[in-house]
């Protein structure tokens, strides 16, 4: 391996295990993204690292949504209830306390509106077909 390839590789698996710890921060945090950010994780790992590729894949959290949303098998309904409450549960939470301005907390409301759209415009996928 060259070391131009070698310095790749290294900042390939840096800016994955960046963008998994931005997307689990994103878990607890409505406004920040976590999918996004775990779906360039394993787009780094997967040029990477394929130990690292399939430990995030791996993963009991977070392993089956990815795979799940790359190969657009969709989401079970419970995943998409559970996303969608926690969502607005944390945008409410924010807009209450986080925030004394309009502006924020219109910002706020389009964001959960935008989120919510998306998920539900994604496949409402059977619970059994998503094991695999």
Known sequence: MSPRAGFKKWLF?????GCVGVGAVGIAVPVLPTTPFLLLAAFFYARSSPR?????????????????????????????????SFLWLGIVLAAIFATDNPAVRITLLLVAIGVTTHILTLKTADTAAQSG
């Open 52 to 84: 690292f590729h399939d430990a995030l894949l791996g993963n009991r959290v977070v392993g089956n949504y990815i795979r799940n949303y790359v190969e657009r098998r969709g989401m079970t309904l419970r995943s998409k209830v559970a996303t969608i």
């Open 13 to 17: 698996i840096a800016a994955g295990t």
